[in-house]
């Protein structure tokens, strides 16, 4: 046999186990549907929907007790959808949330009083947060009371800038982040190009995360949508599991530019410190 006959079998021989190992991978999403807790018709409509799609429950709402409890019998994920200040001035804090104007003391009492608001919560996200999630020391005081629970971490990315992730994995709290929105058009083809858009991602990296809402279009959407997922190899799996097996924290080396960030936005010395004529 010629030497490069010999050289193409090897060849052959080593591809052809890694393309049945890339054709083997699992590939999985989880689907995050946030702002429950207002409208009870469309929140009772979404825990209808099939498979383990997760919800978010913004505390202190009307129904957010009832739809935490009956989402959790189900077997459901069930995350606090944490209110946070948006940088858009026209966007409503919800009741309990977090702003700029609050001191450490006030901040970590809210977070508190999210994690009693809702029952049998199992992990948190924010709602809008655009503001919020991109000051490091806010976000640390999120963290310094979530890390001694057993909740996880979904950074809903509202801001390129958002730092939840990082911060979360710098207290050594599991998160991961989302990668599509669906439904912020709320048109039926803009749905399914997010959709899409999300099970290209999921191909390419074995997993992704979306989020949506509990708009109308949305859930006739992933009514008529969910059932297909399994013929088309895509495994719909819980939040947490995604978290477990991907948001793990691994101790990283702090970034310069990180670093200054974190300075810059820590609050000023108290005048009485800088005092320096006693």
């Known amino acids: 046999m010629q030497r490069w006959h010999v050289i193409l079998l090897l060849l052959l021989c080593f591809a052809l186990p890694a393309q049945a190992q890339q054709q083997d991978k699992p590939v999985r999403i989880a689907i995050l549907l946030d702002d429950l807790g207002y409208n009870r018709s469309n929140g009772e409509r979404a825990l209808q929907l099939p498979g383990a799609v997760s919800v978010a429950i913004i505390p202190f709402t009307p129904h957010a007790r009832a739809l935490a ?8 994920d069930v995350l606090i959808h944490m209110p946070m200040e948006s940088t858009d001035p026209l ?17 970590r009492q809210r977070v508190n009083a999210a994690l009693r608001a809702v029952p049998n919560a199992i992990g948190m996200n924010n709602h809008m ?19 001694n629970t057993p909740l996880f971490y979904i950074d809903s990315v509202t801001n390129a800038a958002t730092v939840a992730e990082q911060t979360a994995h710098r207290y050594h709290i599991p ?29 390419k990296k074995g997993y992704a995360v979306a989020i949506g ?9 992933l009514e008529q949508t969910l059932p297909t997922l399994q013929q088309q190899g895509i495994e719909l799996v819980a939040i947490s599991d995604l978290t477990a097996r991907f948001g793990q924290p691994v101790d990283q080396p ?3 530019q990180d670093l200054m960030r974190w300075i810059i936005a820590m609050p000023a010395p108290a005048a009485s410190h800088l005092n320096f004529t006693n």
């Open 69 to 76: 409890q009956t989402a959790s019998r189900q077997g459901r």
């Open 91 to 107: 966007r409503r804090l919800d009741q309990g949330g977090i702003s700029l104007a609050q001191d450490e003391t006030e901040v």
């Open 129 to 147: 947060g655009s503001q919020i999630t991109i000051d490091p020391v806010i976000m640390g005081w999120v963290m310094d009371e979530v890390k």
């Open 175 to 203: 998160s991961i982040r989302r990668d599509v929105f669906l439904d912020n058009r709320t048109d039926p083809d803009a749905i399914d190009r997010q959709f899409q858009r999300l099970l290209g991602i999921a191909r």
């Open 213 to 221: 809402h509990p708009h109308g279009a949305t859930l006739r959407y």
């Open 254 to 256: 702090i970034r310069l």
